[in-house]
């Protein structure tokens, strides 16, 4: 399987975990433009409602807010997020595994 499947597996499994009404952390990186792109996706078709993210660069930020994510930060949240998008793909032995964690921000 060529690496960007993994990348978008591992960011549609991330989607799984998020819920109405919850502010997320939207990590950063390749996999984490994927599942922002998702997150939007469920927005727009009213899977998800009253989400907010909390972009963590200018990248995500700028691809939240063309998705149509409405966008928080720590400074108005510090501390209420649910969950932060942490995807990655890791290669050992010529096999990839995916992993993809969301998790508590305090537990992380």
Same mark, same amino acid.
């Given at each position: 399987? =060529?690496?960007?499947? $993994? ?9 799984? $975990? ?17 599942? !922002? ?7 727009? =078709?009213?899977?998800?409602? &009253? ?7 200018? =990248? ?9 994510i409405p966008l928080t930060t720590l400074e108005d949240?510090? !501390?209420?997020?649910?969950?932060? $998008? =942490?995807?990655?793909?890791?290669? &050992? &032995?010529?096999?990839?595994? !995916?992993?993809? $964690?969301?998790?508590d921000p305090d537990n992380s």
């Amino acid at each position: 399987m =060529q690496p960007g499947l $993994f990348k978008l597996r591992a960011a549609l499994h991330g989607l799984t $975990f998020i819920q109405s009404g919850m502010i997320v952390g939207l990590g950063a990186g390749s996999t984490a433009i994927l599942a !922002v792109r998702g997150l939007g996706e469920k927005l727009a =078709q009213g899977e998800l409602r &009253d989400i907010r993210g909390i972009p963590c660069s200018r =990248q995500i930020e700028a691809e939240a807010r063309r998705v149509g994510i409405p966008l928080t930060t720590l400074e108005d949240d510090p !501390v209420n997020h649910d969950i932060t $998008f =942490q995807l990655d793909i890791y290669a &050992d &032995d010529g096999y990839h595994t !995916v992993e993809s $964690f969301l998790g508590d921000p305090d537990n992380s």
